[in-house]
C-alpha cells in the first residue's frame, strides 16, 4: 500500500455504507463523494463492483440451492437475477418455482414466478424476460 493510501484512510477514515461527511456531502467508502456534483463511480468501477456481486451472489445460491450449479446458464442467469434483485430472502418466497427449477419442471417454473407481485406489478417486463431464460434453457 502506497503512503499516500495509508494516510489517507487514517485521515478519512473507512465507511462501508454510505454516510454524509462532515460537510454533509454524501459519501462512501475512503471520502468518495456519490452524490451528484462528485467523482461518484466510473462505468469501469461499477463493473467491478457488479462482478464481485455477482460471484457473491452465484456463492450464495449454490450454498443456499446445491443443484444451482446443475442448471444450464440461462437458468443461472434466471436466479442470479432474482437473487439480485430480490435478495436471497425474497428469491426464497417463491418456493414452488424453486422446487420446479430443482425437479426440472422449466413450465411450472415459469408459472410460478410469472404468477406473482413481482411479475405483475413489481418489473413485469424484466420479470417476463427473466422467466423466457427459464424456459429457453
Same mark, same amino acid.
Given at each position: 500500500?502506497?503512503e499516500v493510501?495509508k494516510k489517507?484512510v487514517?485521515?478519512e477514515?473507512?465507511?462501508?455504507?454510505?454516510?454524509?461527511?462532515?460537510e454533509?456531502? %454524501?459519501?462512501?467508502?475512503?471520502?468518495?463523494?456519490?452524490?451528484?456534483g462528485?467523482?461518484? %463511480?466510473?462505468?469501469?468501477e461499477?463493473?467491478v463492483l457488479?462482478? #464481485?456481486d455477482?460471484e457473491?451472489v452465484?456463492?450464495?445460491l449454490?450454498?443456499?440451492?446445491p443443484?444451482f450449479e446443475d442448471?444450464s446458464e #440461462?437458468r443461472?442467469?434466471?436466479?442470479?437475477?432474482?437473487a439480485?434483485?430480490?435478495?436471497m430472502g425474497g428469491l426464497?418466497?417463491f418456493?414452488n418455482?424453486?422446487?420446479? %427449477?430443482?425437479s426440472?419442471d422449466?413450465?411450472?417454473?415459469?408459472?410460478?414466478?410469472?404468477?406473482?407481485?413481482w411479475?405483475r406489478?413489481q418489473?413485469? #417486463?424484466?420479470?417476463?424476460?427473466?422467466c423466457q431464460l427459464i424456459l429457453?434453457?
Amino acid at each position: 500500500m502506497r503512503e499516500v493510501t495509508k494516510k489517507l484512510v487514517e485521515w478519512e477514515g473507512y465507511r462501508q455504507y454510505a454516510y454524509r461527511c462532515t460537510e454533509g456531502v %454524501l459519501t462512501i467508502g475512503v471520502g468518495r463523494v456519490i452524490e451528484q456534483g462528485g467523482p461518484g %463511480l466510473t462505468l469501469e468501477e461499477s463493473m467491478v463492483l457488479l462482478e #464481485n456481486d455477482i460471484e457473491r451472489v452465484e456463492r450464495d445460491l449454490t450454498d443456499a440451492y446445491p443443484w444451482f450449479e446443475d442448471l444450464s446458464e #440461462n437458468r443461472r442467469i434466471a436466479m442470479v437475477s432474482m437473487a439480485f434483485q430480490l435478495g436471497m430472502g425474497g428469491l426464497a418466497q417463491f418456493k414452488n418455482g424453486l422446487a420446479s %427449477l430443482r425437479s426440472g419442471d422449466w413450465q411450472s417454473a415459469h408459472d410460478h414466478f410469472m404468477d406473482s407481485k413481482w411479475a405483475r406489478e413489481q418489473t413485469p #417486463n424484466r420479470a417476463e424476460e427473466v422467466c423466457q431464460l427459464i424456459l429457453a434453457g
